[in-house]
């Protein structure tokens, strides 16, 4: 039976999930109707944000739905007046929503990948935050560029959706108050693998998605402070106290809230465990672990085979009853070499041998050790070719 170990993409729908929607799907649900059924459907949503906002330690009304993490990343970063900084390590819809503020007739801003871009005279306008060799956030570089700067937005994941570390959130908090910035953060990794907090981590904005976390695709969430206006990116009818337009999917959200209410942590605590031995035997076999002096997220590895590539790599255990990835699987299907690796200064040779390993609620301790075994066959047999 196939091993699938890419939950960083999406997660298998948890059956609860699916038949809590199952439910939903068969009401004719559009929960701005006047009659009964529109009431039935309002119930159900209300129900469904009180659940989530519960979870985070947000209030209800400061949820809205949206139909993809990026949809709330791109709302977030276009819907307040700022001047824009994000960290070298975004997922591409924070680093597309930079260059689409650009707005000045630039096209090689979105010609080339986020790779390509950061490293380019277009992404050299001082908005990129570096990061470590270590893939967090070059605090004081940030601290130096919020001086530099009239108020501004800040954008930075909870925790890498390649290389699973977590940033250190309650640290940029801090130095945004400072100085008077609003802070964004993509959490979408985050969810359901290690405590989330709106309220006590100081975020004005925070994003996340059903489908990371056993939900379904088609729902996720802009969290935003009740205090702050933000722009709606879709505008037409007065759904989301009139900042998202559109009738809300009532179904998928149902099945995010109840996503939610499975969180399993100690599972992930028990996850990490058995990737950091599978981690340690790679390491005998010569594996770079990206990262690792990092706190992490519990389900996430990312690591190279020496002298091989990842495409070669994926191709082989795909045969082998595999699926991983090589990082983002927001990019149409291409293999590109990992801007999130070349922004932590690794030699674009040995980043192009990364491939991304992460478990979720399916996972289970022979799944980690059949792949163990795959993978030190596989390097047996082509990092001596290579060599």
Known sequence: MPVYLDYNATAPVRPEVIARMQELLALPA??????????????????????IADAISAWPNEIIFTASGTEANVTALRGISR???????????????????????????????????IASPAARNDDIIPVTSSGLIDLSALDAMLVDSAPALVSVMLANNETG???????????CKKHHALLHCDAVQGLGKIAVDFGALGYDMMTLSAHKCGGPVGAAALIVCRDLAIAPLLTGGGQELGRRAGTENVAAIT??????????????????????????????CGATVFGKSALR????SCVAMPGVSNEVQLMDFD????AVSAGSACSSGRIETSHVLVAMGIPQPLASCAIRISGGWQTTENDIQLFTEAWKQTCGRLAKKAG
């Open 297 to 300: 997220l519990p389900n996430t």
């Open 319 to 322: 045969l082998k009853g595999f």
């Open 83 to 117: 001047r824009v900084l994000v960290s070298a390590v975004e997922h591409s819809s924070v680093l597309s929503s930079l260059r689409g503020a650009e707005r000045r007739g630039n096209p090689f801003a979105f010609a080339k990948s986020d790779k390509d871009w």
């Open 30 to 51: 559009n929960p701005s109707s006047m009659h009964r059924f529109g009431r039935e459907a309002k119930k159900h949503l209300e129900n469904a944000r009180k659940t």
């Open 165 to 175: 570390v977590i940033q250190p959130i309650r640290d940029v908090s801090a130095l």
């Open 255 to 284: 099945g995010f809230a109840k996503a939610v209410e499975l969180f399993d942590f100690e599972h992930m605590r028990r996850l990490r465990g058995w990737l950091d031995g599978m981690e340690a035997e790679m390491e005998t």
